[in-house]
């Protein structure tokens, strides 16, 4: 069911700008792409999403391809505590489900 | 606001008994769902209420597993009788209703352990 592609793995050093790549070839017009991440012994929490537009909020910016077949999710400053695993989804607002896949584990680098 | 509340934070039980997990979703959230996370892996759509009605348990092992959401508003997944492969996170979450594009909030989970 999952629909998107992530790397498994990413390091980052600290303070330093991460672009977090999603692949979803298969997008439909009508699917919404969110992003959510999952810090260790928590359940995952929303970092923000979009349709056709760059989006900005204070925790990230997501950018999406003209064709939207893909996106980047960039943290501007890394820190520690942005250590997590990191979900792209494409939301399926007919079933209103989310359909997660294994994400991107996020290393942070002192 | 209150996030989702779930309990117990922990269980652990032996195989073939049997377990029950608590939900209470933001209030007037109208959807909920629960999750299966297993270990290394990402959440997993167990059943979807829309208020007190079931929109989605397709994924729902239905010889072992049963959920309600009687009032429309808290939610019990059960499990009867609990196998070693049900060793997982089981998470909970609620958003305002559906067709919506909201976000989902996800409580912190009840870390299951058969043994």
């Known amino acids: 069911d999952a629909k998107t592609t992530q790397p498994n793995s990413m390091e980052s050093n600290e303070e330093e700008p991460v672009h977090l790549p999603c692949n979803h070839s298969?997008?439909?017009?009508?699917?919404?792409i969110h992003w959510y991440r999952q810090l260790p012994s928590q359940g995952p929490e929303y970092v923000i999403h979009?349709?056709?537009s760059n989006v900005n909020n204070r925790m990230a910016s997501l950018a999406i391809a003209e064709d939207r077949k893909s996106s980047t999710l960039i943290l501007h400053r890394a820190t520690l505590r942005d250590a997590a695993v990191y979900y792209c989804?494409?939301?399926?607002?007919?079933?209103?489900?989310?359909?997660f896949g294994t994400g991107t584990s996020l290393t942070v680098i002192p | 606001e209150a996030g989702v509340a779930q309990s117990p934070r922990y269980k652990i039980i032996e195989k073939r008994q049997s377990v029950a997990f608590w939900c209470n979703p933001i209030?007037?959230?109208?959807?909920l769902y629960w999750y299966q996370q297993i270990l290394g892996q990402g959440p997993k759509l167990l059943i979807q209420?829309?208020?007190?009605?079931?929109?989605?348990d397709s994924q729902l092992p239905k010889d072992r597993f049963s959920a309600e959401r009687l009032k429309g508003v808290d939610s019990t997944l059960k499990i009867q009788p609990a196998k070693l492969e049900d060793s997982a996170v089981y998470l909970c979450?609620?958003?305002?209703?559906?067709?919506?594009?909201?976000?989902?909030?996800f409580g912190s989970g009840t870390r299951l352990t058969v043994v």
């Open positions: 979450a609620s958003s305002p209703w559906e067709g919506t594009n909201y976000g989902y909030t």
């Open positions: 298969t997008i439909s017009g009508t699917d919404y």
């Open positions: 979009g349709l056709t």
């Open positions: 989804i494409l939301r399926d607002v007919g079933s209103n489900q989310f359909y």
């Open positions: 209030s007037g959230h109208a959807t």
């Open positions: 209420f829309q208020n007190n009605g079931v929109v989605d």
